[in-house]
């Protein structure tokens, strides 16, 4: 099984914007090699009849009609917003620019 390496790790902090020191490095990237361990082992267990699920109960989802009703106008729905521009609710940037 390949390792990660702790640059890797530094990598995927630096793109998931998390920052870290450098003992959280060092520990993350031995973290990480049991975590891929583990992941491969489930991968072996897992053969072509055992289905993927992402929930270890069945779900089944309940729909209801898709009615018209009344609703607010743009106006309406914007009378409370602390801010607003071009008919839409107007909120502070949280992300810098893309990388």
């Given at each position: 099984m390949a390792s990660i390496s702790r640059d890797e790790v530094a990598n995927?902090?630096?793109?998931?914007?998390?920052?870290?020191?450098?003992?959280?490095?060092d520990h993350l990237a031995s973290e990480m090699d049991l975590i891929l361990g583990a992941v491969a082992r489930?991968?072996?267990v897992a053969g072509a009849d055992v289905p993927?699920?992402?929930h270890p109960l069945?779900?089944?989802?309940i729909f209801?009609?898709?009615?018209?009703?009344?609703?607010?106008?743009?106006d309406e729905a914007l009378s409370g917003a602390p801010a607003q521009a071009d008919q839409r609710f107007k909120v502070p940037q949280i992300l810098g620019d893309a990388e």
């Open positions: 995927l902090a630096r793109l998931a914007r998390i920052e870290m020191t450098e003992p959280e490095l489930v991968q072996e993927p699920t992402s069945a779900l089944q989802n209801r009609p898709d009615v018209v009703a009344p609703s607010l106008t743009p």
